[in-house]
């Protein structure tokens, strides 16, 4: 019913650049907050980044991420600056979505997408 593809990933030097995109597709009425998430080898699942009434970001990447949002074409960005070793992580996008028929917004998870950042 909803597909969240997340693209953007990749190899990239510390010190570099990468923008994530997330698209979400099918029967949606509307999107609630959306935000991005992170997993490192070993380590748990945290919040990076979310935006909804409010945009929030983990203190981590305060000052060099910045999370955006299309709501015409149902998209979230992630624009990551300054990347540092401590950034590598699979990345997935999350959205909280009413579907057409729905009553209530459930939320829905991306793939992920692997970022591996090079010291």
């Known amino acids: 019913q909803v597909r969240l593809v997340e693209s953007g990933g990749g190899l990239v030097q510390a010190g570099g650049s990468l923008k994530l995109s997330c698209a979400a597709s099918?029967?949606?009425?509307?999107?609630?907050?959306m935000g991005w998430y992170r997993q490192a080898p070993g380590g748990q699942r945290e919040l990076v980044a979310s935006i909804g009434g409010t945009t929030n970001y983990a203190d981590s990447v305060k000052g060099r991420f910045t999370i955006s949002r299309d709501n015409a074409k149902n998209t979230l960005y992630l624009q990551m600056n300054s990347l540092k070793p401590e950034d590598t992580a699979v990345y997935s996008c999350q959205a909280i979505i009413l579907l057409r028929g729905a009553q209530y917004y459930t939320t829905y998870w991306g793939q992920g997408t692997q970022v591996t950042v090079a010291s």
């Open positions: 099918g029967s949606i009425i509307s999107i609630n907050t």
